[in-house]
């Protein structure tokens, strides 16, 4: 088969994917889709849940095991689009839909490119491939729920839309949950303990917030406040104020350390993480893969966005066809020219690491 033939059909497949609607845990049949494709290739390949996977034919135990991931599931479509999100079209070299750049264009590229390594014999490495699911909700059932299922991992390639460039680090994410406690009142008598006014300063606190230890991968941890409630009706003065705040984590600090100094140090009643398990994620400069992709022309970056990777605790690589500035875009794209170089690329990177 060549490359040239698998890059035809990687983009059928994309078409296909585009026009089965696939939110987040109803992946059921877009899953069914990468099945066929493996059924086409003679591909021996498993099925859990909604997460297809699979190992290259001549698959070694004694050989470290390669992770080649993207995912199947989208966001919903938002009330900004004028195209259909559920139809293919290809318009002056795009290819629209949702789900086309994030991350369809790089999950149908590395299907391509264990298609085209399957029934190579004396590679270097194993490879484990995983289309998975629930990647934009975070949920359980997703690349998450297969790591104690697939072989242990080494190093990983995740794919999601990076101009075909290196992100060798990733930032994590902490999402905590705050209180600033006063005083119920009547609105019309005096209260000198009203949250609402309270919450200025605990806002204060937060914008102003610089952590020390900044990374030359991924700068600064970023922390902003994205949500505020408080209050029932307008006569009446509510006992809380309830914040959202979002954490961006660098390389440099621990999911753990972020939630030990926000609970210690913050101007809230109560400060709670919902999860601590979505960490920042890294790989050497120095590894092979990262070289092979600065030999071909690649540059290197850290990516503020979180993605599977935070799931691994291997050395992994966020590398992908498409611009992650289009991805939950109305009238979402990617260019053909992109899943083309971006097929040729990884088949290029993994012949320098694995051939």
């Not at 696939?22 to 390949?45: K, L, V």
Request: with cysteine; charged share 20%.
């Amino acid at each position: 088969m060549s490359i040239q033939q698998l890059t035809n059909d990687a983009i059928s497949l994309l078409k296909q994917l585009i026009e089965t609607p696939s939110f987040s845990s109803e992946e059921d049949q877009t899953a069914s889709h990468i099945e066929a494709w493996m059924q086409r290739y003679n591909i021996e390949y498993k099925r859990n849940q909604n997460n297809v996977w699979a190992v290259n034919k001549y698959f070694d135990a004694s050989k470290p095991n390669m992770l080649l991931n993207s995912h199947h599931d989208t966001v919903k479509p938002n009330t900004a689009y004028t195209k259909d999100p559920f139809k293919a079209i290809v318009e002056d070299g795009k290819l629209y839909g949702l789900g086309s750049n994030d991350a369809g264009g790089c999950l149908v590229s590395l299907i391509a490119t264990f298609t085209h390594f399957y029934n190579q014999k004396d590679l270097k490495y194993n490879l484990i491939l995983v289309a998975s699911a629930e990647e934009e909700s975070s949920g359980p059932n997703g690349l998450n729920s297969m790591l104690t299922t697939i072989p242990k991992i080494d190093v990983a390639i995740v794919g999601e839309p990076t101009l075909m460039n290196l992100a060798v680090a990733e930032k994590g994410l902490v999402v905590f949950d705050a209180k600033v406690k006063g005083t119920a009142s009547h609105a019309a008598h005096p209260n000198d303990d009203n949250p609402i006014y309270k919450t200025i300063e605990t806002l204060q606190w937060f914008r102003d917030l610089k952590f020390e230890k900044s990374t030359e991968a991924l700068g600064d941890v970023k922390l902003t406040v994205t949500q505020i409630n408080a209050g029932k009706q307008h006569n009446v003065v509510p006992a809380d104020v309830e914040l959202v705040i979002d954490v961006r984590v660098n390389d440099a600090y621990t999911n753990t350390e972020i939630a030990e100094f926000l609970q210690k140090n913050a101007p809230c009643f109560s400060i709670v993480p919902r999860s601590l398990h979505l960490n920042s994620s890294s790989i050497p400069v120095e590894h092979p893969l990262v070289q092979a992709g600065i030999a071909l022309g690649r540059t290197t970056y850290g990516s503020p966005t979180l993605s599977d990777q935070a799931w691994l605790s291997c050395k992994s690589l966020k590398l992908g066809p498409g611009d992650s500035q289009r991805s939950h875009s109305a009238d979402e794209f990617i260019y053909l020219h992109e899943i083309e170089e971006g097929i040729k690329i990884y088949i290029d990177l993994l012949n320098r690491v694995i051939v």
